[in-house]
């Protein structure tokens, strides 16, 4: 491979940092490449665990991270190894674009002119080596046309629910869920298989917000980019959702996981709460009619939790320019 000096400096310090790799080398991909805080943010939590999901909203680096992920061990890892890796979507059409994409960003970076396309005419399924000794392959599926028996060191699952053409019906999003939890999550090979899942939710019964997933994630949830930070002009009607887990017991602090300040206006905060089955109550059942919350949503008692069961109320938070953090009952909301 004929890297100039200057490159393999570029090279040496991006192998181990993928947040250098995004600023320096993958950036080269794109014409006009936006760098930001935001974008070192995604990048440094991708490459934090095996297992992560984000949900975020549109436009906000998510599929661009998977590109940059995948063309990161494609540029170390792939040097010396094998390496199958699998993209998943809401279908398969919605799969191959993005994988589409991916090899249009290698035939871009002049980094990767010396990399062998070993399937130059498919548009939608990559192969690649760089010494005809070891191949990187990445392929393309839809979740709704999933078929078993695929384990690999790399998996990536990028906008689950989201149909270009249609609002989803229950029956799909509940199938989905069903897929994701009893396939996908097992698919990563034993021990250092990678599972990254990006997404915006279309429902509240979405993976995204099931505790039993989540728990073998490290998951990062971001409220909208509202306002363009230089001219100020809004981005989006209304921030984005603020999700919260709530512990069994103890403190009630949460972090919201913002990107710079957040934008003052109106959230819409989704508690999600443990509540004593016995004792009957739920946490929807604290929410009075204009949809504050209303009394405690733990409700321990002294009566055994047998067994405790998740519960959702609504609650909306409105944040001012100088307020910087906020107290709903038990919950403190620190920005």
């Avoid at 760098?35 to 440094?44: F, P, S, Y």
């Avoid at 498919?122 to 392959?137: D, G, M, Q, R, S």
């Avoid at 698919?187 to 039993?212: A, I, R, S």
Wanted: glycine fraction near 6%; charged fraction near 20%; hydrophobic fraction near 35%.
């Amino acid at each position: 491979m004929s890297f100039t000096p200057a490159q393999i400096k570029e090279l040496t310090k991006s192998s181990n940092d993928f947040v250098y790799f995004v600023n320096h080398i993958f950036s080269h991909s794109v014409k006009h490449f936006i760098k930001g805080e935001h974008v070192d943010n995604t990048a440094r939590f991708l490459c934090s665990s095996k297992r992560t999901i984000r949900v975020s909203a549109r436009h906000h680096f998510k599929s661009f991270s998977f590109y940059a992920y995948f063309m990161w061990k494609l540029m170390f890892e792939g040097s010396n190894n094998n390496l199958e890796s699998h993209y998943f979507s809401f279908n398969a059409d919605l799969a191959g674009y993005h994988v589409n994409k991916i090899k249009k960003c290698i035939e871009e970076n002049p980094y990767f002119d010396d990399i062998i396309d070993r399937k130059p005419t498919a548009e939608t399924v990559l192969k690649y080596t760089w010494n005809n000794k070891h191949f990187i392959t990445l392929t393309p599926h839809g979740l709704v046309q999933f078929k078993r028996g695929i384990h690999a060191p790399l998996i990536f699952v990028d906008d689950p629910f989201q149909d270009p053409d249609n609002e989803l019906n229950p029956l799909i999003i509940y199938k989905i869920n069903e897929i994701f939890k009893s396939n996908i999550m097992d698919m990563p090979t034993e021990p250092d298989g990678e599972l990254h899942v990006c997404g915006t939710p279309q429902t509240n019964e979405d993976f995204f917000f099931d505790k039993m997933v989540t728990a073998r994630f490290r998951v990062q949830v971001l409220p909208a980019i509202s306002k363009d930070p230089t001219t100020g002009e809004e981005l989006y009607p209304l921030p984005w959702w603020v999700i919260f887990n709530v512990p069994t017991g103890g403190q009630y602090n949460v972090e919201i996981n913002a990107t710079g300040d957040v934008t003052p206006g109106t959230y819409q905060a989704k508690a999600r709460a443990w509540t004593d089955y016995n004792a009957g109550t739920k946490a929807s059942d604290l929410v009075d009619s204009s949809g504050n919350i209303v009394g405690a949503l733990y409700n321990g008692g002294t009566g055994s939790v047998n067994p405790p069961i998740l519960d959702e109320a609504v609650q909306t938070i409105v944040i001012g320019q100088a307020v910087v953090s906020a107290t709903i009952d038990n919950f403190t909301i620190t920005i």
